[in-house]
C-alpha cells in the first residue's frame, strides 16, 4: 500500500516562499512518478508539477515552482517562490507508475492535500 502526506502549507503574503513537501510509505521507487496538483472550491484539481527522470510544470507556475525529490524516493518537495493570490488552494501530492501525466485521473494514488493561502 502506498500512503502520502503532505505538510508545509500555511499562510503567506504575495512574493514570500512556502515549501511543500509530499512523505511517501509504501513501495515508491525511482520509475514512480511523484506530482503535486492544486485545487479550489468549485473548480477541478489542476495539474501544478511533475517529475520522474525530468520535470513537467503547468504554465502558471513554470519559473516560480521547483518540484524535486530525496535520494531515497521517499519525499517529494515543492519549492514555491514569488507566491501570488491566484496560487492560493489545496496542494495535493500524487503519484502513479511509469510516464508522467498532467490529467489527475492518471494518479493512483493520493495525499490529504495541505493549504495553501496568499493574500495580497
Known amino acids: 500500500q502506498v500512503q502520502l502526506v503532505e505538510s508545509g502549507g500555511g499562510l503567506v503574503q504575495a512574493g514570500d516562499s512556502l515549501r511543500l513537501s509530499c512523505a511517501a510509505s509504501g513501495r515508491i521507487f525511482s520509475t514512480n512518478t511523484m506530482a503535486w496538483f492544486r485545487q479550489t472550491p468549485g473548480k477541478e484539481r489542476e495539474f501544478v508539477a511533475g517529475?520522474?527522470?525530468?520535470?513537467l510544470y503547468a504554465d502558471s507556475v513554470k519559473g516560480r515552482f521547483t518540484i524535486s525529490r530525496d535520494t531515497a524516493y521517499n519525499t517529494v518537495y515543492l519549492q514555491m517562490n514569488s507566491l501570488k493570490p491566484e496560487d492560493t488552494a489545496v496542494y495535493y501530492c500524487a503519484a502513479r507508475q511509469f510516464a508522467p501525466s498532467t490529467s489527475r485521473n492518471d494518479y493512483n494514488y493520493w495525499g490529504q492535500g495541505t493549504q495553501v493561502t496568499v493574500s495580497s
Open positions: 517529475i520522474r527522470w525530468t520535470t
